[in-house]
């Protein structure tokens, strides 16, 4: 037997083990933060018993806080109408149907039978909103929902979400569950300016509440929860919100055993029969959409329809009894004698600096139809073509670049672009500047133009979007009225307008420029107050620069030579300066679908939009013409009835002149359009028939142009302002029609050799061949 020898040195003391030492700390910390917890409860406990001890059920609100809100003119005295006057009459539970008290518990409260009139959940849901800072929460309980009514604020807050559950409890022990389910059917908004279900059933089914069926109490079980959002005559969509929510509360009825599966089942098939009711006269006429913008407005400034209701609002709007009534006047005095059901006209005046929509037209009288046509819009045609010019200067282009004017202008696929005019369309030289492409809307240039900045379809979206254009998907940072735009694509026939644009925000684009390119957010409510005077809003005036003041001045020079010298004649009737461009867009099948004019002054920006249907029918052939000329074009009865609305919105103004060019120069990302010497005056041609047409196939490349550039008129080679600008180009074809014949001289640097034209080649393809006229 061997036994270890321990080493030398004193011997080390080791400490035995405990057994169980970490499970004693783990129960140690249980055991304080179980103390803890049950002190907390109990200050809770208690903090809740003396609230609920010494508060008291206060009187109930006047008319449950329920008042009517009135709009007013821009002047804040002048009323421009009001919103729902309250609808209210009480009736007993007795004269509810059974099928409505189901549905309406199925719908908000599945519990009220058996609950104690609070919703823990909900309390604890809306104090963590509250301390994270997120959105806060609704669900309350049927009891809780009367409570908010007839006792307190729509204020949104912990502190009056416990508020409300102690007076949820205290009332729970005062009055029977019948008594609150008939006091809240008797005091809930459904929407229409129905408060209560009496109020409700007269104003969806025309009938009394007593006589409501089974589909038709779900129907108003469904859109209490939001009425904005639920009520069908709203749109399609809330038709369809509606129809969801409408099972959900038949399925709740079923499961809660008020009725049976397949009688559920046999009324979710379809909503009940919907009466559409003349609504009030009041709404006659303009009123109607007058009120119904402003509603949107105080949408997305976070109102809600209670708010807006019965909330005793007063809201001061932006627009003004003149400029209404100048819309108005203007569209009556030109616009043909057709019925306003089939033909439809737009109006919109913003002021440049500010934003504020001043006045506008909508179009039908708002009972007859609630489309708004200067909201609606439609393809803007050649009225885009100032964006692409601001664009085309910031990239260091200029007034004096030249562009292709000849038409065709052929992609490499094959697909065309044309000018307006017979055949393959009105060829103007290979070499047109900037002023006269945007005087003659000459479509190739403005392709041209486009294909020739770097990312030209972007940048000219870019710059959509600054002057006051939305973008396609909403950005807060481009608002508008709406805030989104219809089929604005950046592809390479951007410039030629394809995408639908209100005529509130063309208006507002074009204020853009009318203002040193700072942009104004276009809005039309200026402030709300509550019925005592305190401001709920103010709108807050700011300007962001969309253009450089300098090329500003420059796109509002082109701009004034489409008035004077272009396709915009028809607006000098105005009798002071002004700048504008016509717009004519075609639909799919080549018919001219919409016809334009938006134009300013130094003080004032107007769009005018004439559409047909739906606003997609044609209007060539149908509109009759106009001063024996066509009428289905921008220059025509749009210019006209843009002359007559401004002259009644500037009656008693002061003439304003516009500052002069500034003849921006810059580095050109592309060589080949720079400015030609001008020669000896001389024609171009125009395609009129099939003989001068080019070859009918489709080419991969553009022709190298050895067309010389024609000179401008001497008339038209200063500006009136300052400085000189060849302004008509080329000479001779302002206000008449191409001659044909060739020039018969010309130095040798007006053809542009080979290689500095870019070819077809490096230009993007294009989805469509069809493309808008001027």
Not at 266 to 288: E, I, T, Y
Not at 642 to 662: C, N, R, S, T, Y
Request: with cysteine.
């Amino acid at each position: 037997m061997t036994a270890k020898r321990r080493a030398e040195g004193p011997a080390v003391m080791r400490k035995p083990k405990r057994p169980g030492t970490t499970k004693r700390r783990v129960l140690r910390i249980l055991k304080w933060f179980l103390i803890a917890a049950l002190v907390g409860s109990l200050c809770l406990v208690g903090v809740f018993v003396y609230l609920y001890k010494t508060t008291s059920i206060p009187n109930p609100n006047k008319d449950f806080e329920t008042q009517t809100s009135f709009v007013y003119y821009s002047d804040g005295k002048t009323e421009l109408g009001q919103y729902a006057t309250q609808n209210r009459q009480i009736i007993p539970l007795s004269e509810m149907p059974q099928n409505l008290q189901d549905a309406v518990v199925a719908a908000e409260d599945r519990t009220f039978w058996t609950n104690s009139g609070i919703d823990p959940k909900g309390i604890i849901r809306a104090a963590f909103n509250d301390a994270s800072g997120g959105a806060t929460q609704g669900a309350s309980t049927i009891t809780q929902q009367y409570v908010k009514i007839l006792y307190l604020t729509q204020e949104r807050s912990l502190s009056r979400k416990v508020h409300e559950a102690i007076l949820s409890l205290k009332l729970q022990k005062q009055l029977s569950k019948d008594q609150i389910l008939q006091g809240y059917l008797n005091t809930i908004y459904f929407g229409r300016g129905a408060y209560g279900v009496q109020a409700a059933a007269q104003a969806y089914f025309g009938v009394d509440a007593k006589d409501l069926t089974l589909q038709q109490s779900a129907v108003l079980a469904s859109v209490l929860n939001n009425p904005s959002q639920f009520d069908p005559a709203n749109g399609k969509s809330n038709k369809q919100a509606l129809e969801t929510r409408y099972r959900y509360v038949l399925d709740g009825m079923a499961s809660m055993g008020n009725i049976s599966d397949a009688k559920a089942h046999r009324a979710a098939r379809h909503l009940p029969k919907l009466p559409v009711f003349s609504q009030a006269s009041l709404n006659g006429g303009q009123r109607g959409h007058m009120l119904e913008l402003v509603r949107q407005e105080l949408h997305q400034l976070h109102f809600t329809d209670d708010q807006i209701d019965g909330g005793g609002l007063r809201v001061t709007t932006t627009l003004t009894r003149q400029a209404m009534a100048a819309a108005k006047s203007g569209v009556d005095q030109v616009r043909p004698d057709i019925s306003d059901k089939y033909l439809h006209v737009a109006v919109a005046t913003v002021q440049p600096g500010t934003g504020a929509l001043l006045g506008f037209y909508g179009g039908q009288n708002y009972l007859r139809s609630q489309i708004n046509w200067a909201e609606a819009g439609g393809m803007v045609g050649s009225t885009f073509k100032p964006v692409s010019l601001a664009a085309a200067i910031t990239d260091g282009y200029s007034l004096k670049s030249t562009w292709e004017g000849d038409s065709p202008y052929t992609f490499p696929d094959g697909l065309q672009v044309h000018n307006e005019g017979a055949g393959e369309g009105t060829d103007y030289g290979p070499k047109v500047n900037s002023i006269f492409a945007l005087e003659q809307s000459v479509n190739t240039a403005f392709v041209d133009m486009t294909a020739s900045m770097q990312n030209g379809p972007q940048k000219i979206y870019t710059m959509a979007n600054k002057m006051g254009i939305p973008p396609a998907e909403a950005d807060p940072h481009y608002p508008g009225i709406p805030n989104t735009t219809q089929d604005l694509q950046a592809d390479a026939l951007i410039t030629l307008g394809k995408s639908r644009v209100s005529a509130i925000n063309m208006a507002n684009a074009y204020a853009t420029i009318a203002n040193d390119g700072q942009r104004a957010d276009v809005h039309v409510i200026d402030k709300v107050t509550d019925s005592k005077g305190k401001v709920l809003y103010q709108y807050k005036p700011h300007t962001t620069e969309a253009v450089r003041p300098d090329i500003d001045r420059d796109v509002s020079y082109a701009m004034q030579q489409v008035v004077q010298h272009g396709t915009g004649t028809n607006a000098q009737a105005l009798g002071r300066p002004a700048a504008g461009k016509t717009g004519t867009a075609t639909n799919d099948n080549g018919d001219v679908s919409s016809s334009w004019f938006v134009g300013f002054t130094p003080q004032l920006s107007t769009a005018v939009m004439y559409v047909r249907g739906k606003g997609n029918d044609p209007l060539n052939d149908w509109l009759p013409p106009y001063n024996g000329a066509a009428g289905y074009f921008g220059a025509g009865y749009p210019t006209a009835t843009w002359a007559a609305v401004m002259k009644a919105d500037l009656e008693g103004q002061p003439i304003e002149q516009f500052p002069p060019p500034a003849n921006v120069t810059g580095t050109p990302p592309e060589p080949g359009h720079a400015p030609t010497p001008p020669p000896s005056p001389s024609p171009t041609k125009t395609r009129t028939t099939p003989s001068s047409a080019p070859t009918t196939s489709a080419p991969t490349t553009l022709p190298t142009k050895t067309h010389p550039t024609h000179p401008p008129k001497p008339t038209d080679t200063t500006s009136p302002t300052g400085p000189s600008l060849p302004t008509c180009f080329p000479p001779g074809h302002c206000n008449s029609s191409p001659p044909t014949s060739s020039p018969t001289t010309s130095p040798p640097t007006t053809s542009a050799p080979p290689s500095s034209s870019p070819t077809a080649a490096a230009r993007p393809v294009v989805m469509s061949s069809r493309e808008p006229w001027w």
